[in-house]
């Protein structure tokens, strides 16, 4: 199976309208927080579904020094992930996603429901949690919402989109679901895989 986006190159960087963070005057901000167009073919026969998922595996660990104007994150800190979209029940039919048909701009709070292709469903992503102690943003986030790494991380992140094509039409899941629910619930039942990433930074020293 192969994925391809139209919208950036395998380990080239997005464009800023693909991120949920930009440089702004005076420091950074919201992005257009679009969903970058997927596509993929060479599906195995046998599939009846897929699952997507984007996650950036490049997340500091060192929760204080994130954002400080006084401290660069250097690259080689210890990293974790950070998933920024988990969608599963994708219809098997289902080839292509378009840009910014899932998601354009930041909801305070989450998206409630966001749009993609019918009858699939979208779990929560990472900024959940990020955002659980902001009373100004605090909320269940689902769908995709796009990179916003820290401004004085000196790591060039990457974002792999990753596509499975699974056996199942529906993976038995909560309403409230995470990227880990889905990952344990498609065991056993992934016909093949397929994964592209772009890169992202905030960081006007980190350059690639």
């Not at 060479?42 to 595996?57: A, N, Q, Y």
Request: with cysteine.
């Amino acid at each position: 199976m192969q994925i391809r986006s139209n919208s950036f190159q395998h380990r080239q960087r997005l464009a800023a309208e693909f991120a949920a963070g930009q440089a702004v005057d005076g420091g950074y901000g919201f992005a257009a927080n679009r969903n970058p167009h997927l596509a993929w073919d060479e599906v195995p026969e046998g599939t009846r579904s897929f699952v997507l998922i984007c996650i950036d595996p490049d997340i500091p660990t060192v929760a204080e020094m994130v954002g400080r104007d006084d401290v660069q994150i250097p690259e080689h800190q210890v990293r974790g992930d950070f998933i920024h979209w988990v969608m599963a029940d994708i219809p098997a039919d289902v080839r292509e996603i378009a840009a910014g048909s899932c998601s354009d701009g930041v909801v305070a709070h989450g998206k409630r429901d966001p749009a993609g292709p019918h009858g699939a469903r979208q779990g929560l992503n990472d900024y959940t949690g990020w955002f659980a102690g902001d009373p100004d943003m605090a909320g269940d986030w689902y769908g995709y919402d796009g990179p916003f790494p820290p401004p004085n991380d000196l790591r060039l992140h990457r974002y792999f989109f990753r596509v499975f094509a699974l056996d199942v039409e529906r993976l038995p899941l909560d309403a409230r679901f995470t990227a880990a629910d889905a990952l344990n619930a498609m065991h056993g039942h992934v016909l093949a895989q397929a994964s592209i990433y772009g890169t992202y930074s905030l960081n006007p020293a980190v350059k690639g």
